[in-house]
Each structure stands twice: as structure tokens, then as C-alpha cells.
């Protein structure tokens, strides 16, 4: 099955510092990626929509100046924090969409990220 | 909006019980339904998917589900459980025909197998 890598697996870091998180697809080329976010004892929620080529769509509430996504290529899309602050700490995880056009969607392991 | 509501927080079982997790969602329009599990300390992986035609789905593992459309419900069964369907388990939905749309996911539910 198609895999998605996602790396680091667990950062911690200062507040005030940025944090950048890659999403790869690793044996098949995605178009469209999803960051989600999930917290404790929570469900997972989207955060926004990145589409290689174009500018991600966020979903209400979320400051794109603040999670900055970037989808460069066909296999890479990434997320970076900025300014990280403690209420930023969560565990956030990618997704890539299938390539052959089904509705299915390939999650990476995930990344806890920790703000001092 | 969408929505999708797992009623059950965590199930406590032993082996060779019964299992069924219940997911209803809210959509009035043509949905795809999935479940997810989530073994401990390793990423989402997909259990079974409904995207049209028979409403009994089969999928990995022993699991399998059932659309109800008329009471808008996806519920997840396994006839005997093991200790190593111990995970969280997530049902998601979303909406064919959009192009790129996300899941929405429940809040999961946590299954807990004694040997």
C-alpha cells in the first residue's frame, strides 16, 4: 500500500522558536495533502488542505500566518510552526489523498510536537 | 456541516467477545464512510471504506460494517476479538465529488482486549 512519511516523529523545542514538519509520500505522487491536529483524548481535526502548486486552504480558525504549509512537489508538503508557543503542543499528523482518484487517504505516524 | 459522533468513549473487553462500535454522522447528501484504527504508538490505518452498493462492508482483520442510511449510521463489528485489536478506533466521513475534501473524523473510541 501507498506509505507517508512524516518526520520528525517527536521535537520539542523554546517558545518563540519555529518548527518545521515534513509530510512525504513515498512510492506514489500526491497532489493534495491534509495537516490535521489532534489532542488529547480528541478527535483529529483538519487544519488545511495543501495542494502542490497553489496556496493551502485553512479551515476556519486556523492562522495560516502561524502554520505556514508549504507543497513544493508532488511528494512533499510541509508544515512549519512559527513562533511556537506552549498552547502550540499537540500531536499533528499528515495525510496524502490517493493518487488513482479514490477517496482514500494515507496517513503519516505522526509528529508530537512540545513547546517550552 | 459534517459531523460524525462515535458514542462509545472506550470498551472494555475480553477475548473472544463480541465487538460493535457504533458511528452516526450527519450529512444529508451521498457520503463515503470509513473506519480507521490506531495501534499503539504507530499511524491511522484504514480498516474498511463504503463508497456505494452493498451496505455490508468487509474489511482487514475480521472487521466489518454496516450502512444504515436511513438512520445516517456506520457501525463497526467484529464477532470475536483478540487481544491484539486492542487501538483507537476512528470513523470518518466525508463528501464524494469534491475534489480533495478531507475526512472528518469522531472523536474515537478506545478498545481495550483482556487475554
Known amino acids: 500500500g501507498a506509505v507517508v512519511s512524516q518526520h520528525p516523529s517527536r521535537v520539542i523545542c523554546k517558545s518563540g522558536t519555529s518548527v518545521k514538519i515534513e509530510c512525504r509520500s513515498l512510492d506514489f505522487q500526491a497532489t493534495t495533502m491534509f495537516w490535521y491536529r489532534q489532542f488529547p483524548k480528541q478527535s483529529l481535526m483538519l487544519m488545511a488542505t495543501?495542494?502542490?502548486?497553489?496556496?493551502?486552504?485553512?479551515e476556519q480558525g486556523v492562522e495560516k500566518d502561524k502554520f505556514l504549509i508549504n507543497h513544493a512537489s508532488l511528494t512533499l508538503s510541509t508544515l512549519t510552526v512559527t513562533s511556537a508557543h506552549p498552547e502550540d503542543s499537540s500531536f499533528y499528523i499528515c495525510?496524502?489523498?490517493?493518487?488513482?482518484?479514490?477517496?482514500?487517504?494515507?496517513f503519516g505516524a505522526g509528529t508530537r510536537l512540545s513547546v517550552l | 456541516a459534517q459531523s460524525v459522533s462515535q458514542h462509545n468513549h472506550h470498551v472494555i473487553l475480553s477475548e473472544a467477545a463480541s465487538l460493535e462500535l457504533g458511528c452516526n454522522y450527519s450529512y444529508g447528501g451521498t457520503v463515503n464512510l470509513f473506519w480507521y484504527v490506531q495501534y499503539p504508538g504507530q499511524h491511522l490505518q484504514l480498516l474498511l471504506k463504503y463508497f456505494s452498493g452493498d451496505p455490508l462492508v468487509k474489511g482487514i482483520k475480521g472487521f466489518e460494517a454496516e450502512f444504515i442510511k436511513s438512520k445516517f449510521s456506520f457501525n463497526l463489528r467484529k464477532p470475536s476479538v483478540q487481544w491484539s485489536d486492542t487501538a483507537e478506533y476512528f470513523c470518518?466521513?466525508?463528501?464524494?465529488?469534491?475534489?480533495?475534501?478531507?475526512?472528518?473524523f469522531g472523536k474515537g473510541t478506545t478498545l481495550s482486549v483482556s487475554s
Open positions: 495525510s496524502a489523498r490517493d493518487p488513482g482518484g479514490l477517496n482514500i487517504q494515507y
Open positions: 470518518a466521513v466525508n463528501a464524494p465529488g469534491q475534489a480533495g475534501t478531507a475526512l472528518i
Open positions: 495543501s495542494n502542490e502548486g497553489s496556496k493551502a486552504t485553512y
